[in-house]
């Protein structure tokens, strides 16, 4: 990540403490906006695993869920008068 990608993700991070922060947080959005800014670049490291995953594979489901008959979303013919 270069000086420019942090400078946008800090402003992003200032965007968003603005935007859904309480009354009191917009008066001074620095402060949320650095909790935000922390949250975020945690384990952004270089030596962080890909996927979040010690072994660097994907997870996959053990056992697939399947829907059940009926419970997925049907159409609806709407006819206008």
Not at 19 to 45: C, I, K
Request: proline residues 4%; hydrophobic residues 35%; neutral net charge.
């Amino acid at each position: 990540m270069d000086e420019l990608d942090r400078i946008q993700t800090r402003l992003e991070c200032l965007r968003y403490a603005i935007e859904f922060g309480t009354a009191r947080d917009v008066v001074n959005p620095a402060h949320l906006a650095d909790r935000y800014y922390e949250w975020v670049m945690q384990g952004s490291e270089v030596t962080r695993p890909e996927d979040n995953r010690k072994d660097d594979s994907l997870k996959a489901a053990r056992k697939p869920r399947s829907v059940r008959k009926g419970s997925a979303s049907q159409l609806v013919n709407v006819e206008t008068v």
